[in-house]
């Protein structure tokens, strides 16, 4: 599993927490702000992914 699937799973997990907690208080920034790095999360875990899956296609 390469590093950024790694920190893109733990950002996207601290974006969800945050997004929650600002619903859950009526905090719009923290519910933004959570929104804006659950979507970096998911696009760096998508990038580990890709070199996970490159690295996997360059060793056959």
């Known amino acids: 599993m390469h590093k950024d699937t790694i920190k893109g799973a733990a950002k996207e997990a601290v974006g969800s927490i945050k997004e929650a907690v600002g619903k ?3 905090n719009e920034r923290l519910q933004a ?3 804006a790095e659950k979507t970096v ?5 998508s990038v580990g992914d890709l070199k996970d899956a490159a ?3 360059l060793k056959k």
Not at 41 to 45: C, H, P, S
């Open 24 to 26: 859950a208080t009526g």
């Open 33 to 35: 702000e959570g929104m």
């Open 41 to 45: 999360g998911k696009i760096e875990k």
């Open 55 to 57: 690295a996997a296609a």
